[in-house]
């Protein structure tokens, strides 16, 4: 079996597609390309979905370690009380301006470059966050934030990898898993910011982006050792061929931007009114930690309520749920009422995001049609933050 760059005559059937870049594999006619045996049968997850889940839970726990401590953390540095949304608005811009890069490397380089060099970025975030906290530098701890925040938008490409390698029939359901892992994030988070506020309870935020960096340590190791590629399916390649719809881009993209524009307007705006409300950072910690869990949880059985209700009634479902997080959070002036809302909005934010991208999926979507996705969700969601800035804060 031999290694080739490219192939002039016409390829035995079942064989990847080769090309400038991509390395192929010259096979005895009618075997089965490498990595892509027996992925056609319906259902079929792609090789290294598990790896993917594990690493994009790990990314998500880095994040959750920041989400309460960024808002906080804002007001405290920030100049202006209308720039303490500041540091989570340009986490949301890195993440925004890496999805065209993210998916031009995974597709001209692999799963593994591309991964490790956004996970590596992410680390270099949060290790610069950490300076800036520790020397109440606000420009260097908004800098750490883009950082982190381009790594987090490599990271929401491991959804996409998982469904792109695996077969018609599976794709939903591998990449619902992936997503689903997250909620992993919100059980070990609640444990690993107490042991660093037990630990460095001086530097408390600081030390949180330090734990943050050495997360994302982790999620560069588990992306060294993924697949190298998205096995190439024996029938990808009349679909590759065919034009995108871009019609079919736009209903669920729009209805997934809504989500995420009011998910972040509510998770922005709660850590600083609890605060103001004398509720505890480790409080505010803990509530946090729950949203996460609740924002990828009902993953697991998004697919299933799909089914029944369609992806259209499950986007619907969750936009009416974060309608409702709004009524909650207006009136809360409590602990419970500020969880329940954060809760609320996520679920709400989970389903309608699930409903989008399963109505999406079933476009046969192309690269630039998935990171032309991800990047008007990260914009919708930075204009929450940006709203989240004016909003009253006690």
């Known amino acids: 079996m031999t290694a080739i760059e490219d192939s002039s005559g016409p390829e035995p059937e079942g064989m990847g597609v080769a090309r400038a870049g991509r390395l192929a594999c010259f096979c005895p006619p009618g ?36 989400l309460g401590m960024l808002p906080l953390a804002g007001r405290l540095l920030a100049p202006s009380p209308h720039l303490m949304s500041a540091p989570y608005i340009a986490m949301l811009l890195g993440a925004a301006l890496a999805t065209f890069p993210a998916s031009f490397l995974l597709d001209a380089f692999g799963r593994r470059a591309a991964l490790a060099l956004g996970a590596s970025l992410g680390v270099a975030g949060g290790l610069i966050m950490a300076w800036g906290l520790s020397f109440s530098q606000f420009a260097p701890f908004c800098l750490g934030a883009f950082w982190l925040g381009v790594a987090q938008g490599f990271s929401f490409f491991y959804r996409h990898e998982a469904a792109l390698g695996s077969s018609p029939g599976g794709r939903a359901g591998a990449a619902l898993l992936v997503f689903g892992s997250g909620a992993l994030a919100g059980l070990i988070g609640p444990a690993l910011a107490g042991f660093v506020a037990q630990h460095a309870p001086e530097k408390l935020f600081a030390a949180t982006a330090l734990a943050a960096a050495a997360t994302q340590v982790l999620v560069l190791v588990l992306a060294v050792l993924t697949t190298a590629r998205a096995p190439i399916l024996p029938s990808a390649a009349p679909r590759e061929s065919a034009a995108p719809d871009w019609g079919a881009f736009i209903a669920p993209s729009l209805i997934a ?6 998910m972040t307007l509510a998770m922005v705006g709660a850590p600083g009114a609890m605060a103001g409300c004398g509720i505890a950072v480790s409080d505010i910690f803990s509530a946090v930690s729950w949203h996460i869990i609740a924002m990828y949880a009902p993953a ?28 909650i959070e207006a009136y809360a002036g409590d602990y419970w009422r500020f969880a329940a809302a ?45 709203a989240a800035a004016f909003l009253p804060v006690s």
């Open 31 to 66: 075997a089965p390309s490498p990595g892509s045996a027996g992925l056609e049968v319906e259902g079929r997850w792609s090789p290294g979905v598990l790896t993917l889940a594990a690493g994009f839970a790990l990314s998500v726990l880095s994040q959750s370690l920041t």
């Open 257 to 262: 931007a809504l989500a995420w524009f009011g």
């Open 300 to 327: 697991f059985f998004a697919g299933a309520l799909a089914r029944r209700l369609g992806a259209d009634a499950t986007a619907g479902l969750g936009l009416a749920l974060i309608a409702a997080a709004w009524a």
């Open 342 to 386: 954060l809760i609320v909005v996520a679920v709400g934010w989970s389903l309608a995001t699930a409903g989008a991208s399963l109505r999406l999926y079933r476009a046969k979507p192309s690269r630039a049609m998935l990171a032309a996705h991800d990047a008007l969700l990260f914009v919708s969601a930075m204009g929450g933050a940006f």
